[in-house]
């Protein structure tokens, strides 16, 4: 599970070894905020957690990274190798074998 925002900037801090009032002072803040951004249920913008990570000695670095698909590309490209009346073939055998599953799962339900 990914770090929350608060739980970086603790861990920098403590990892710095700094008070929550040395990393205010070094942010130009109080030490109350520092709590606050802290919290579990804290939510900054990007810029204020970059920058209280630099002020304890870390950086924040976001990734831009293509999304990873939940298609499976190999079972698309191996049906595309067969030949269409191959590709309806498979997809009748598929329908007979959803729609006995479904008779058999509606029995099982009863009424």
């Known amino acids: 599970m990914p770090a929350q925002p608060g739980q970086l900037v603790k861990e920098a801090r403590r990892g710095a070894g700094l008070t ?10 109080k030490q109350p905020v520092i709590a606050r951004l802290e919290s579990a249920r804290s939510n900054p913008l990007f810029g204020t957690l970059r920058r209280a990570l630099r002020a304890s000695g870390y950086d924040l670095e976001a990734v831009l990274r293509p999304a990873r698909s939940s298609v499976d590309d190999t079972m698309i490209a191996a049906n595309l190798q067969l030949a269409p009346a191959e590709r309806l073939e498979r997809f009748r055998d598929s329908y007979r074998s959803l729609a006995g599953l479904t008779a058999k799962a509606r029995r099982r339900r009863g009424p």
Not at 20 to 29: K, M, N, P, W
């Open 20 to 29: 929550q009032a040395e990393l205010a002072e070094r942010l130009g803040t």
